[in-house]
């Protein structure tokens, strides 16, 4: 069996889907379903069961999960970069993951687990995935420290050579349409153009940066679920990894790609960044994938341009999932 928490999610959905697609379908999907409409996001899945969360964990905590487990995908997690309540995430994105990581490990099942970019904080200390480097990042919200959190107690307790952390960028693509405030600029561009003709960018408030050429490491869900899977066939991989295109590109290349994608002309307006945001914003972020790479990772990673044309011409236009 393989399990995915977080399997009814954005990246966590997509991760199912592409074992489905290699044929299997033995899987323990575990969520947090909620109010939303992420359900949508099961409904073309093939899995064997599913859990809430809480007992999940109840179980788990019990010692009473008693089938064998080939590999266990830990994505669940609260992801807003602006939550306030510091006791839920650590609750939810550090306890629950030690709980996870050691049930992994007791079972002898491949555990691979969802860390954050955000744990680069501003950047100073650059984008570099070295296990030695985890201890000087210094993330800019709590969302990002409590992922810090975990990947230092991994490290600290010897776990970190047995197991996979994946620091994912700004990953976008069909099946994150439940997110909320949450979801990509390329979804939210895409309905403000719909709606309106044009689209909001910030402005930058940085004067290294003019506006809109603000940077960041925009991956496409479908790379970001190629990169997570070849740890589940590299066994022989371990530690923390960077999960994205190695390549910043503006948020002016995002919103040109995407009235391509339209075939409309662009017609971008410039808006203030919110307050709550200019402490904590980066102004630039870029994986540098050179370890995945060695690790023997070879597949081409899709330019900006197609990856937003595929998205938006194949799952945004006719409204379709995964």
């Known amino acids: ?107 002898k099942a491949r555990f691979i687990y969802a860390s954050s970019a955000a744990t680069y904080g501003d950047g100073e200390k650059g984008f570099c995935d070295d296990e030695e480097m985890l201890s000087q990042l210094q993330p800019l919200n709590m969302y990002g420290f409590s992922k810090q959190m975990f990947d230092l107690w991994a490290q600290n307790n010897g776990m970190a050579k047995k197991i996979v952390g994946l620091k994912y960028f700004n990953v976008f693509g069909p099946n994150e349409y439940h997110k909320g405030d949450m979801r990509s600029f390329v979804i939210k561009g895409f309905q403000q153009i719909r709606q309106t003709g044009k689209v909001k960018l910030f402005k930058s408030h940085n004067p290294q940066y003019k506006d809109g050429c603000q940077m960041r490491d925009f991956l496409y869900v479908k790379d970001a679920v190629d990169m997570t899977l070849f740890f589940l066939d590299a066994k022989k991989a371990n530690g923390v990894f960077n999960v994205g295109s190695g390549r910043a590109r503006t948020w002016f290349d995002l919103a040109n790609a995407l009235f391509a994608a339209m075939k409309m002309l662009p017609n971008i307006e410039y808006i203030d960044m919110p307050d709550v945001l200019r402490d904590k914003y980066q102004y630039f972020t870029q994986a540098d994938i050179g370890k995945i790479r060695n690790a023997g990772y070879k597949k081409e990673i899709a330019p900006l341009e197609d990856a937003v044309k595929d998205y938006v011409q194949n799952y945004l236009i006719p409204d379709k999932y995964l």
């Open 1 to 107: 069996m393989i399990i995915v928490t977080g399997g009814a999610g954005f990246i966590g959905s997509a991760i199912v889907a592409a074992l489905n697609a290699r044929g299997i379908k033995d899987i323990l999907i575990v969520d947090i379903l909620g109010k939303d409409e992420k359900w949508k996001n099961l409904r073309n899945l093939s899995y064997t069961d599913y859990l809430e969360s809480h007992k999940f964990h109840e179980i788990i905590a019990a010692d009473k999960f008693f089938m064998a487990v080939e590999a266990f995908f830990h994505l669940g997690a609260c992801s807003s970069t602006t939550e306030p309540d510091a006791s839920y995430l650590v609750e939810n994105n550090f306890e629950f993951s030690k709980t996870a990581a050691s049930f992994a490990i007791e079972k």
